[in-house]
């Protein structure tokens, strides 16, 4: 089987941390021959950082970045999709974002990308632990067409909705979003989604999606969850999360929750 893992509030314990118990119930899936895969809305950099701390980078392991924007096969080191937003789109949000007063950045291979420093970036720096380089402007120094933008707002989630709000028009055929927390309202190509990445991926390694299992706790985590054979909630997830999966966890992010889900359904 391969089993689909948020990072925040799934794998991870409110300290982002790996516990024990569940590194332990990696190592024995991975020794029966089941794939985990790491599935986080987290940039590429910041996925292939703790999946190398996990011990997440052996045959069998795999990194969905950017919300299912990008996968990426950790063994090989290689990317196997990979999907963007053009330069002008990027042009426009971050300027809506300036125009709405709120905190907009993108991603180049190994850092944040942003026009302006303030507490909003070194809220998200100092929650991923990548670095960050101040530009001009973005679109001069991005290599190509990044994955994902992001606007940020730490303090005020319904300054985002009110920006939500009044882009939405343009959006439309442009772009998908979605709030992965209260503070990110995330920008990806359209059609991208943890749920498409997970169909992707398996279709890759031709294992039938039916013995896939995908964890989560997370709005952005509900297309994942629908699309696997196995939707698997944690019991700290959000209602609707939870009420749309097929398992809801008895066990929370800071008890192993991942663990008991390989223990039930990956003997």
């Known amino acids: ?28 899936a991975l020794k029966r021959g089941h794939q985990i ?52 789109f990027v042009r ?12 907009c950045q993108t991603y180049d291979d190994a850092s944040i990308l942003t026009e302006s420093e303030n ?6 720096a100092a929650r991923t632990n990548i ?25 005020d989630h319904e300054r985002l909705v009110r920006f939500q709000e009044d882009t939405e028009e343009w959006c439309k055929g442009r772009v998908d979003r ?6 990110y309202l995330e920008h990806m190509a359209p059609g991208v989604s943890k749920g498409d990445a997970v169909l992707r991926l398996c279709r890759h ?8 299992i995908a964890a989560g706790d997370a709005p952005n985590d509900l297309s994942m969850i629908r699309a696997a054979g196995i939707g698997a909630a944690m019991a700290n997830a959000d209602a609707q999360v939870k009420a749309q999966a ?13 663990a008991e889900i390989i223990e039930t359904f990956m003997r």
Do not use: W
């Open 92 to 103: 426009y949000l971050f300027d809506e974002a300036k125009r709405h007063g709120l905190h």
């Open 1 to 28: 089987m391969i089993l689909f893992t948020d990072l925040d509030g799934t794998l991870l314990n409110d300290e982002k941390k790996l516990s024990a118990k569940n590194t332990e119930a990696i190592r024995q």
């Open 246 to 258: 097929d398992y809801v966890t008895k066990h929370d992010n800071n008890h192993d929750g991942v």
């Open 119 to 124: 507490v909003d970036l070194d809220f998200y």
């Open 37 to 88: 895969v790491i599935c986080t809305g987290r940039p590429l950099a910041s996925g292939k950082i703790l999946a190398r701390e996990l011990g997440l980078d052996t045959r069998g392991c795999y990194c969905i970045a950017f919300n299912g924007g990008e996968i990426y096969d950790m063994y090989r080191g290689e990317s196997i999709y990979k999907r963007t937003i053009p330069m002008d």
């Open 205 to 212: 390694l031709s294992i039938p999606v039916s013995q896939a």
């Open 131 to 155: 670095p960050y380089r101040l530009v001009k402007d973005v679109t001069a120094v991005l290599p190509g067409d990044p994955v994902k933008v992001i606007v940020i707002n730490a303090s």
């Open 178 to 183: 979605i709030f992965s927390c209260a503070e």
